[in-house]
């Protein structure tokens, strides 16, 4: 069982559609949630991150996190063509050998059409 | 947020030859960097934690003796993937917390894509 699932998709949306991304995790250590974007050959772009259980927003994002079920999502409102792109989930540890470190999903490819 | 940079953002070579990848800090200090290696259409692995003034750490699978890391300064870190062959052909990407204790906040650089013929 790999330590991040996520959807790879591809996920295609008309623009103004609510998106939402997901993934789960084996880890109940794992302490802090990443949503990063990654365009094409690019490097991922932190877009939030969150620690707790619970919601987090962010202009258009919502980040949102179950601890108890080890699920967490990414929503995005009003999507505009300009967000397509691979949507990578990270979780971070901080402790023991791992300090540090992320684990990431396989990513989920999002077009958003006009 | 800060800036990594990396250098070059492609390269080309033969198989057999030695490329060396830059990753720079532009404006802040990385006592600590981490390297990752992207398939195409795959997420990113961590091949390795760069550490300024110290060996760095592999992960399991990884040969540290064909991807030699050197965390000369507290600005720069360099991947020299040895005598490259075709299966190391993939996008390496690095990235550095802004502070010791900002693993939260972690900003990657463009990545470089390697292609080795």
């Known amino acids: 069982q790999k330590e991040v699932e996520q959807d790879p998709g591809p996920l295609s949306v008309p623009e103004g559609a609510i998106v939402s991304l997901n993934c789960t995790y084996s880890n109940s250590a794992f302490q802090y949630f990443m949503w990063y974007r990654q365009y094409s050959r690019k490097g991922p772009e932190l877009l939030m991150y969150?620690?707790?259980?619970g919601n987090k927003e962010d202009g258009r994002f919502t980040a949102q996190v179950d601890k108890s079920s080890k699920y967490i999502s990414l929503f995005i409102r009003d999507s505009q063509p300009s967000d397509s792109a691979t949507y990578l989930c990270?979780?971070?540890?901080?402790?023991?050998?791992?300090?540090?470190?992320?684990?990431f999903g396989q990513g989920t490819i999002l077009t958003v059409h006009p | 947020g800060a800036v990594v940079s990396q250098h070059p953002s492609w390269v080309i070579c033969k198989s057999g030859t030695s490329v060396k990848i830059e990753c720079r800090s532009l404006?802040?200090?990385?006592?600590?960097m981490f390297w990752y290696r992207q398939f195409p259409k795959q997420s990113l692995m961590l091949m390795a934690t760069?550490?300024?003034?110290?060996?760095?750490?592999?992960e399991q699978g990884v040969e540290k003796d064909k991807f030699l890391i050197n965390h000369a300064s507290l600005t720069l870190s360099t991947l020299t993937v040895t005598s490259a062959h075709p299966e190391d052909s993939s996008f390496y990407i690095c990235?550095?917390?802004?502070?010791?204790?900002?693993?939260?906040?972690?900003?990657f650089g463009p990545g470089t894509r390697l292609t080795v013929l």
């Open positions: 760069s550490n300024e003034g110290s060996k760095a750490t592999y």
């Open positions: 969150t620690y707790s259980s």
């Open positions: 990270a979780i971070l540890l901080l402790g023991g050998t791992s300090y540090g470190k992320l684990t």
């Open positions: 990235s550095a917390p802004t502070g010791p204790g900002s693993y939260n906040e972690q900003f």
């Open positions: 404006d802040f200090q990385a006592t600590t």
